[in-house]
């Protein structure tokens, strides 16, 4: 990466740590081993002088110390899918409804509506979960989303 575009992506950072750190789960501890690239401890840095008290990951938690943070938000931008109506485009009717019907159930209507119009990129443990459900309908094919695009895991 050339130095303009890592300067570009740095930048691009800082003002969505500056913008999600007054609500974000914030991480203080500084002995953790993975902070210099964990978003909640990079967003220490932009945490707002008020108010008085911020939420923050509990340094004492056993898994935390441990260094297993549940927590971990990677600093690195994961290339995530967007939108779900391509997937169901060279499907049988019967196979996309008992794939849908069942997306539904398990993620809820909202939000399967959100991942599927693309106000909401999936996440990686749903698209697996979307590509397992795939399957176990019978669809074999690779699934095809409608576009992917590159941010945060927040």
């Known amino acids: 990466?050339?130095?303009?575009?890592?300067?570009?992506?740095q930048d691009k950072l800082a003002q969505l740590l500056a913008a999600k750190a007054p609500s974000y789960i914030l991480c203080?501890?500084?002995?953790?081993?993975?902070?210099?690239?964990?978003?909640?401890?990079?967003a220490t840095a932009y945490a707002p002088e008020t108010p008085l008290s911020?939420?923050?990951?509990?340094?004492?938690?056993?898994?935390?110390?441990?260094?297993?943070c549940p927590l971990f938000r990677d600093s690195k931008p994961l290339r995530m899918p967007l939108g779900l109506t391509s997937i169901y485009h060279d499907m049988p009717s019967r196979v996309e409804r008992s794939i849908k019907n069942r997306l539904?159930?398990?993620?809820?209507?909202?939000?399967?509506?959100?991942?599927?119009?693309g106000k909401r990129p999936v996440d990686p443990a749903t698209?697996?979960?979307?590509?397992?459900?795939?399957?176990?309908?019978?669809?074999?094919q690779e699934l095809q989303f409608n576009d992917y695009i590159e941010d945060y895991l927040w």
């Open 1 to 9: 990466m050339s130095t303009t575009n890592q300067q570009k992506t």
């Open 28 to 42: 203080l501890n500084n002995g953790c081993s993975r902070r210099e690239h964990c978003l909640r401890w990079l």
């Open 54 to 68: 911020v939420r923050a990951v509990n340094p004492r938690n056993t898994d935390v110390a441990a260094g297993r």
């Open 104 to 117: 539904i159930a398990a993620l809820g209507r909202k939000r399967y509506y959100e991942y599927h119009g």
């Open 127 to 140: 698209e697996s979960f979307i590509r397992q459900t795939a399957r176990a309908n019978g669809w074999e």
